[in-house]
């Protein structure tokens, strides 16, 4: 056996986005695509030699083969110790746990998400450091730049591995240990929360219903749910990982998560529904007759953790991305708590987190985590609802409408056009930036603006510059439109829209929301000519 250098040259376009490299599975199963990327990675890191990388993804189409490819890299450029999960799975919050429990150098993220999976649909990879975040702009940048002008990469001729087994293998001096995807981190989670308190709760009749949507929280939310809570079986559904996700498509939105959102507003309701994503960083909140939006559960969450064990200190701070409403802002004003706006990107909250200025982060995109990794994740945020219900006793709907007679209301939407044509989407974004600076102090439909500008981040604790991270048009009246491009998407582009209206305590909380919202989603139709210039009517998934 032996380490073979490859002759290689660049493929265009693999530029790392919001979270790694996306692209469509054909595009990643051309011989050298996945090769290049992994070596253009491993070329912008230094100082691994002999050192531990993790590898495990969320079990999408291609997923094995990927990760074989990645465990013969990293032999033949040098690691000491590849942590794989059983299977090839590890869900992306597990893997964060699995790299900073280990003291790893890093990992590799096989994941494309909430995006569909199977032989048209979408892969992933992106490389996550030794505090188990995902790398930070100036490594990703370092890989782009490598990915460009790559001429050869590493690799030995070894075989497979057997990834279903648990156990050691050697590949060329580097030892690969398969592990246990689950025990670690169940082993965390357990120490964060009053599982007792839970069970006991389950043991009363609580109801609950979690769909894994076929993707990888299924192993995860049977050992969790059902085996060290009690949660009656059945309570985990979809819970088989499946390459292609059974056909559908793992976002725990209120399109694709229909049925559990049905369910949840039926007669027949249990208490408590949630789901996670792909590869289970996001998290569906749904209670009997109330969904809870991302923003409201980031700021419920941060009002109530002191519940949980893990977290009954209190919080040092909060963190939300730019597009998430102003919800938490209110909590953390009244808690005495700092808040940090950062633009959209997990890696964002690495530094606020490292640097123990927050506990508590979240995003509008259905991410809310802690500093107890440092991914989002989809099964924590479901364990901490779970411990405040079990502490407060009441049901979802009450705990939410107490919130609001105490915070007030963020109304709050999301409008999506997705598939876009590129050209026509960048034009809008371009066009609505050049017209900001005269937008401020004009009244559109009673709203004037009071700010509108293209969001800059300094981040405090490495003094960097994240520029153009959406456009921001604010209203006197605190009401808001937000927009901008995804950076996830990888057909055409992705538009997003997010329009928000503050409802003070003591106004009226229970309007329909897209009724409440009518006029600012009008005004941001108006403004960005959506329909004129896309051809599109409506949005494609409104959240
Ligand atoms: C990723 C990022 C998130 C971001 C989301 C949506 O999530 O980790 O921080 O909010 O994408 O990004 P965009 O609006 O650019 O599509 P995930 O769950 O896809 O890894």
Redesign the pocket.
């Known amino acids: 056996m032996t380490i073979l250098t490859v002759e290689t040259t660049p493929f265009e376009g693999q530029k790392p986005?919001?979270?790694g490299l996306r692209k469509q599975v054909p595009v990643f199963r051309q011989p050298r695509y996945a090769e290049n990327y992994i070596q253009s990675i491993f070329d912008a890191l230094e100082g691994f030699a002999g050192k531990t990388l993790v590898i495990g993804g969320d079990g999408r189409y291609h997923n094995d083969a990927v990760i074989q490819t990645a465990i013969r890299m990293a032999s033949a450029n040098g690691f000491g110790h590849v942590l794989v999960g059983q299977g090839g799975i590890l869900s992306?919050p597990a893997a964060s746990h699995v790299i900073r429990h280990n003291k790893a150098f890093g990992g590799l993220v096989l994941s494309a998400?909430?995006n569909p999976g199977g032989p048209d649909g979408d892969f992933g990879l992106k490389y996550n450091a030794s505090n188990g975040g995902?790398a930070t702009e100036k490594i990703t940048d370092a890989v782009f730049a490598r990915t460009r002008t790559i001429a050869r990469y590493k690799i030995t001729d070894t075989p497979d591995i057997d990834l279903g087994a648990r156990g050691e293998t050697m590949v060329e001096g580097m030892t690969v240990t398969v592990i246990d995807a689950v025990a670690d981190y169940a082993d965390l989670m357990q120490s964060l929360f009053d599982f007792d308190a839970i069970r006991a709760m389950f043991k009363s009749g609580f109801r609950m219903r979690f769909d894994a949507m076929h993707a990888v929280t299924g192993p995860y939310a049977r050992r969790i749910l059902e085996g060290m809570l009690g949660a009656p079986e059945g309570t985990v559904v979809n819970g088989v990982p499946l390459p292609d996700f059974g056909g559908g498509h793992p976002d725990p939105n209120l399109v694709h998560a229909k049925g559990l959102y049905d369910l949840l507003m039926s007669d027949d309701a249990p208490d408590f529904g949630a789901a996670s994503?792909g590869?289970g960083?996001?998290n569906l909140i749904i209670g009997r007759g109330q969904f809870v939006t991302p923003s409201d559960s980031l700021a419920l969450l941060a009002a109530n953790a002191h519940l949980a064990p893990g977290y009954a200190g209190g919080l040092s701070g909060i963190a939300r991305?730019m597009p998430t409403s102003a919800a938490a802002d209110r909590v953390a004003e009244k808690m005495g708590l700092a808040i940090y706006e950062t633009p959209?990107?997990?890696k964002f909250f690495g530094n606020l987190l490292d640097a123990g200025r927050v506990t508590i982060c979240g995003?509008e995109?259905a991410?809310t985590g802690s500093n107890h990794v440092r991914e989002?994740d989809g099964l924590w945020a479901v364990l901490l609802w779970l411990n405040i219900l079990a502490v407060r006793k009441q049901s979802v709907r009450d705990i939410v409408a107490e919130h609001w007679r105490t915070y007030g209301r963020s109304y709050y939407t999301r409008h999506d056009y997705e598939e876009v044509e590129t050209g026509a989407a960048n034009k809008l974004v371009e066009d609505l930036h050049a017209r900001l600076p005269n937008l401020i102090g004009q009244e559109f439909g009673g709203y004037t603006v009071a700010y509108a500008d293209d969001f800059t981040y300094h981040d405090p604790v490495d003094g960097s510059v994240a520029t153009n991270q959406g456009l921001r048009i604010g209203f006197a009246d605190g009401s808001r439109i937000v927009v901008?491009l995804?950076?996830?998407?990888t057909v055409g582009a992705?538009l997003?829209f997010y329009v928000e209206r503050y409802e003070p305590a003591g106004g009226n909380h229970f309007e329909e929301t897209q009724k409440a919202l009518a006029p600012l989603i009008a005004i941001a139709a108006t403004l960005t000519g959506i329909a004129e210039r896309t051809g599109r009517d409506a949005p494609t998934v409104i959240t």
């Open positions: 986005g919001t979270s992306t998400s909430h995902p994503d590869d960083d996001r991305s959209t990107g997990w995003e995109s991410g989002k901008r995804s950076g996830t998407g992705t997003r």
